[in-house]
Every structure is written in structure tokens, then in C-alpha cells.
């Protein structure tokens, strides 16, 4: 099993080392983005996305993968909320944790960056920015296992969750809590062959998830063509770019609501 975990962050780090080839310098932000640091049991940057006009607009929490710590704002994830098209149909506040390495890898850890995180989304919330009840999470390998544990940890407060190729074998406890979020909307999606983490991985969590009792859990696999008409590499652990490639994976999202 140990050896099992090594070669799957070995994979990860490589795969992000050719990801981050070639990102932009995030010192000169894109309008509408902040980077800012929170502070307390554990620090961290994060970058947070505000549209130009509106209050009470969803929030899509977004945890990047293993590696992609200092390209966030590059991710496909983020810079297809934040774009002009996904704005103008779904307009919402993006927030980004840039998660150091060390961070995933321990569960303590990463607890405390969920409740710093949900501090920061209800300081918003306090302020009226955002709605309450349209408070999203997603996010791609180690972090579709964050999704996971954040939305088990949150359910009262996750109004949707999109999970992709998660990383779900690193964290047992992450598998045993999983009635936690049975009654949160959850959409899993994996590519069939993905190389690095297992789609079994996700067909078990959305088995254990309806024997649980889940009514609205899924999951969508995506063929090799549809991984590399997307750019995905032949590695195929980018779900990330098929589920922001079809818009059906967005509109479900942002029609949720607590």
C-alpha cells in the first residue's frame, strides 16, 4: 500500500511539473482576482475571484491538485469560472487555496485548511457577498479527496459538489466518513483509463454513497477520445478538462441550492 501511495505522488508531481510548464506570472493578477493570505493554526495564500457587479452570488471552492500549488490561477478549473462566458451564465466568486505539498499529505493538515477555508466563506457570507445556500466545492485528484473531506466535514453547508479523479485511496478515513455527505448533491467524474488514479476509485465511493442511502450522486466516465479531444494528457488524469469542456457539468452545479 505504501509503495502504492509513493508511485501515485511521484505521478502527480510529474504530471504538474509538465502542467506548470510555462504559467503565467501570477504577481501581475488578472482583474478581478486577489491574492491574499490567511493566517492562523495554518497559513496559506489563496486567491479569490469577485465578478464586477453583484451580491449573494454563489462561490465555487476550488482545490487544486498535488503540485499545482504556485499555477492555480492557470488550472482549468479556474480560469474557466472566472472567464467571460461562464461569468456571463454563471456569475460567482471563485475562491482557490494554493496548497503547499506538505499540506496535502498530512490529514491534520489539511483539516485545518478546511476550517480556515469555511472561516473565510463565512466572513464573506457575513458581509452579504455571497449567497449561504450556493456555496460550491470542487476539485481534481488530491483535490477531489479535499471535495470529499471538506464536504463531509461541511455538509450542513455544501450546496454541491463536483469530484474528479479524487485521490480517495490516500486517506481512508475519507472513504469511512462518506455518509457524512449522502445528502449532498455530488457528481463524480473520472476518465476510464486514467493512468495515476483508478476509476474504481469513484465507482466504489458512488456505490458506497447510494447503498447509503445518496439520492443524487453520479458519476461520468470520460473515453480515451473524449480525455485527448479535450488536451488532457494520454496519462489521462485531467478530468478537470472534459468536466469544464461540456456545460452541462456547470449548469447542474449552479442550479444547486441549499
Known amino acids: 500500500m505504501r509503495k502504492r501511495i509513493l508511485a501515485i505522488i511521484t505521478t502527480l508531481m510529474l504530471s504538474a511539473a509538465i502542467t506548470c510548464c510555462g504559467q503565467s506570472d501570477t504577481a501581475k493578477l488578472p482583474k478581478g482576482f486577489q491574492k491574499l493570505t490567511s493566517k492562523g493554526d495554518i497559513s496559506f495564500d ?4 469577485s465578478p464586477e457587479e453583484g451580491k449573494e452570488l454563489p462561490v465555487v471552492i476550488y482545490f487544486h491538485g498535488f ?64 449567497d449561504p445556500n450556493r456555496i460550491y466545492v470542487c476539485g481534481n485528484s488530491f483535490g477531489g479527496l479535499a ?13 454541491a459538489a463536483i469530484v474528479m479523479c479524487p485521490a480517495l485511496s490516500y486517506s481512508q478515513d475519507s472513504t469511512r466518513n462518506l455518509e457524512l455527505m449522502k445528502d449532498v448533491p455530488t457528481w463524480f467524474a473520472h476518465a476510464t483509463n486514467d493512468n ?57 452545479l449552479f442550479n444547486q441550492s441549499k
Not at 147 to 159: G, Q, S
Not at 208 to 232: I, N, P, Q, W, Y
Request: one cysteine or more; charged letters at 25%.
Open 196 to 252: 495515476v488514479i483508478p476509476v474504481t476509485i469513484s465507482k466504489s465511493a458512488v456505490e458506497t454513497l447510494e447503498r447509503m442511502g445518496a439520492k443524487d450522486v453520479c458519476l461520468t466516465e470520460f473515453t480515451d477520445k473524449e480525455m485527448l479531444s479535450v488536451g488532457a494528457l494520454t496519462g489521462y488524469h485531467q478530468a478537470d478538462y472534459a468536466v469544464m469542456a461540456y456545460p452541462e457539468f456547470a449548469d447542474w
Open 46 to 49: 489563496y486567491t479569490l475571484y
Open 67 to 130: 503540485g499545482e500549488t504556485y499555477s492555480v490561477m492557470d488550472t482549468k478549473v479556474v480560469t474557466t469560472l472566472t472567464g467571460d462566458e461562464n461569468q456571463a451564465l454563471h456569475p460567482c466568486f471563485v475562491l482557490s487555496p494554493c496548497i503547499e505539498d506538505d499540506v496535502y499529505l498530512a490529514q491534520s493538515d489539511r483539516d485545518k485548511l478546511y476550517i480556515a477555508v469555511k472561516n473565510i466563506v463565512d466572513k464573506m457570507a457575513s458581509k452579504g457577498s455571497i
Open 147 to 159: 471535495t470529499v473531506e471538506f464536504t463531509e466535514k461541511y455538509a450542513k453547508d455544501v450546496a
